[in-house]
């Protein structure tokens, strides 16, 4: 039936128009004249419909589709309608699309296609669930208007390093809610939370807020209310609902530390693009000066990334009691871009701008960025084609080798263009291939150690080309020569400890034979699980001559620690593998045991009796130094490696010196989960230095001064151990601990001690932190923060970054 606009279905009052009457005896002409009858009777119905209103019961009604398209439904105990308007009572249901509106009284206009519903409204679309007294709503818009709410939305969050997930519902009432579309919902004089709403731990109050579903809650005026105890107040504030991010001030955070009083900060998160987005805050504390931090995201064009950083510090001194004011301030800014370009070509820029180790000791966060003491910096520009690469590049790196006083040696090569090639094949049917390596740039080289410094540009260039033959003897050997030769000019060189400005070759002839020998192996099962032992042996021998004048070569980089050397390297690797019944293979035990052998015991005359030497042949075996005098024999050196990837993960390093008979250096590194969340991780590592016979006596720990070497300050005997462990993580619901100390067995003293506990519970959490930090006179600080989390929204406090030893 249709009028106006408005369409019904009453198929039971056509069937009691135009079915077949039973027939009656004795009688031709009586039902068809009933049937005319009946018809004539109730044909104004048709035409009067619009006037009149009819009723049915538990019936569903199809009502007229909204402009916007769908099908919309009225389902009722008892329905009637009167013109435009639909009246449903008792479980009133209309549906349209996928919104639900349910009421105990439901009255719709069909030509404004608004309904409006009282009685245990509840409203569902999608992730919605609100909840009212009384409500109008339309169904073209998707707009209205609710009165006493209640309502939970379901939000997804991305987790994230210092954020508490939880998988509760955003939940909030309020007086009045406007639905502004089918995501947004404006508030007034409402609170929301993410606990249980019954007893809420936090929530939010406001008189005036704004849900943006997928991007924001806004509040004005709003108060965060612990235990219903308002705590913090907001003149506006907002919060990312799920994937969104939203620009404004950060919480503040607030803290405590021995050297530095009360520490009071804030920042404001700024993303205007969903491409970028940038940070700037500042800390100020009580008893030393103020802060600056910054940092810039972006991701401008596909497979680019630009991310830059500040922090600076104005120092007003620590305090000494036996002069003025100690100051450490300064700063530290990066910059880190990459970026895939067109016609192949890459671009790469990691900068590092450091202006002190003592600004890094006294202020930064954790002792593993606090003890850093190298800056480097690199940038460039590559192509890689047809097995070619083209490079242009600039590189700096800096070590600062101590803090008070301070002293370190900054190395430069920039600008530089290098060309190289992969081997490639000379012959058809000969396995003889071809290489090269050519560069040519600007070097620079200076110090705070000693006076030597070299000019900002010395020139330096070099090619290198290599011949590789590899051969095959059956199963049993297989042999691979390879010679180069290598070809550096340098502008200037070192006379004494002074710059010469006169140009200098180096020509060296290099050979390289590598001997690989069969491996054994065995084989065996122990249920469904196969285990396989091998035993590798290597054997490598490596052939220089031509470096002459090594002591006139400035050393730039590793490239100038490259001496004469006539040596052969061999070594046993053996590993033990396992594959489970599921097929999968893993490697449990690796064990590497290597040692040289030097045919020539002062590599050409580089050698320098009496002092620590480090050049390539010898760190290439070990990067702790261990000739002060000519060797035949290199250090044994062990790398066993346990990693059965479940519970405990360890590494054995050892040193042993076959000259000396002693140890030269043991390093352990172990990770153990021995039960759940539990975990703990220990490095070790002790170290004999040279040189020995300069030493003089004094207690463990004396700093000595390198002969040839004024200035640079080594322990003889350096013995240290680093360990973290607890359980569960800072965002894991339930109790979570942690407990790190970092100790120095030399100096008999504490460097770093960290203590936290915190719990997470359904919807918040809380955390406390003990820090302390002794860096001899620079920093000897205790730290006390604290965090309470709030689920899916962030934190309040200072607690941001967990500790770690790597």
Known sequence: MRARGVRVRLKFLFRSLFEPLPPMPNSTILPTLCRFGLLAAVAPVFFLAPRIAFAQTTAKTQLVPPKRGGEASLAADTQRWAGKIYYGDGNVDVIYENARLHADHVEYNSETEVAVARGHVALDYMTQHVEADDARYELRTGKGTFH?????????????????????????????????????????????????????????YAPEATVTLRKSVRLENGNFRLYSIPVLYFPYATFPAEKGRNSGFMIPDPGHTSQKGYVLGDAFYWAPLDWMDLSLGASYYSLRGWSQRGELRMRPWENARLEASYFGVIDRGLEQSDGPPLRQGGHEVKLLFTADLPKGWRAV?????????????????????????????????TKNFDGYSLDFAAHSYENFLSATPESAVTLRAAPEARFSSVDRPLFERLPLYFSFDAFVGGVHRSETVTPFTTPGFVGRSEIAPTVTMPLHFGTLLDVTPSFTFRSTYYGGQMQGAAFLNQGIFRNTAELSVDFRLPTIERVWNRGETKWKHTIEPSFEYNYVNGVDHFANLIRFDEDETLTDTNEVEYGITQRLFRR??????????????????????????????????????????????????????????????????????????????????????IGTLLKVKPYKESFLTVAQFSTLNLPLSSTPAGPPGTCINIPGEPGICFQQ??????????????NRHGWNLTFGASYDFTAVEFQNQIAEIGYNGSCCGFGFEYRKFSFGSIRNENQYMGVFRIANLGSLGNLRRQEKIF
């Not at 450091?354 to 002792?367: I, N, P």
């Open 148 to 204: 006493h709410v209640r309502a939970t939305f379901a939000m997804q969050r991305r987790p994230a390093p210092t954020l508490f997930i939880s998988p509760n519902p955003l939940y909030f009432e309020a007086d009045e809610t406007e639905r502004l579309d089918d995501n947004t919902y404006h508030l007034r004089k409402a609170w929301m939370t993410v606990c249980d709403p019954s007893h809420p731990t936090w929530k939010f």
């Open 349 to 381: 820029a990691d900068l590092d701008q450091l202006t002190s180790l003592t600004f890094r000791l006294a202020w930064f966060e954790t002792f593993s960025q606090a003890v850093n003491s190298e800056v480097k910096n690199t940038a460039f520009l």
């Open 580 to 665: 489970n019944g599921a097929g999968e293979a893993q490697e449990i035990v690796t064990w590497k045991i290597r040692q040289k052998y030097y045919f020539d015991p002062t590599f050409g005359g580089a050698l320098i009796n009496g002092q620590r030497n480090v050049f390539q042949a010898l760190d290439s075996i070990t990067p702790f130094a261990f000739a002060d005098g000519p060797r035949r024999f290199s250090p044994i050196v062990s790398d066993l490696t346990i990693e059965p990837g479940k519970h405990y993960d360890t590494e054995f390093i050892l040193n042993y010196d076959t000259q000396r008979n002693r140890m030269n250096a």
């Open 717 to 730: 005997k350096s013995n240290q151990v680093r360990a973290i462990g607890g359980y569960g993580d800072m």
